[in-house]
């Protein structure tokens, strides 16, 4: 349901996340359960740094796994190639338009790099247009993945209306 009570079950009004190459098995759990809890797909992009049998993943995500809809992609231009159309928003700690600033869709893709290293550069360069940041303290490198994936994803549905009501 959107902010309004109207359904936002189809595929092509509904904002999706993508975790490229995670390597923290808790990280990807609490991923997995924001996901679940807001009804935004999951998509994992490998390699991964973990097995998707890993104890502290399936720990992190609860029992909300069955909830999560979740797909898991060989590579990233696998990943692109079926999401054709879509708008990939990447996000960065260090370049791009603040939250403030960016104007999402409805249908935008979010994309979050791997904890180490965050998304490539070249990728992040290539669109300029299309990376956002949260706006921090320059004296902290980076964010926890899953709390930058709560913060972006929750302004991504606060702008497009798309959040649930309860």
Not at 110 to 126: A, D, N, Q, Y
Not at 128 to 157: H, K, Q
Request: some cysteine; proline content about 7%.
């Amino acid at each position: 349901m959107d902010f309004d009570g109207k359904s936002t079950d189809s595929p092509s009004s509904r904002m999706e996340i993508a975790l490229y190459q995670p390597e923290i098995p808790p990280n990807t759990g609490n991923v997995a359960r924001l996901s679940a809890a807001m009804g935004v797909p999951l998509h994992l992009i490998r390699p991964l740094g973990f097995s998707l049998e890993d104890r502290y993943l399936r720990r992190a995500g609860l029992d909300y796994w069955p909830y999560v809809d979740l797909t898991v992609w060989d590579s990233f231009e696998e990943f692109l190639t079926a999401k054709q159309g879509i708008r990939m928003i990447y996000t960065s700690a260090r370049m791009g338009v603040t939250l403030y600033d960016f104007r999402f869709r409805q249908t935008d893709c979010l994309v979050f790099g791997p904890e180490t290293r965050g998304c490539p550069t070249e990728l992040l360069e290539s669109h300029p247009e299309n990376v956002a940041r949260i706006p921090m303290d320059s004296r902290v490198r980076s964010l926890n993945l899953s709390t930058a994936a709560g913060i972006v994803l929750f302004e991504a549905l606060r702008q497009t209306r798309l959040l649930r009501k309860t």
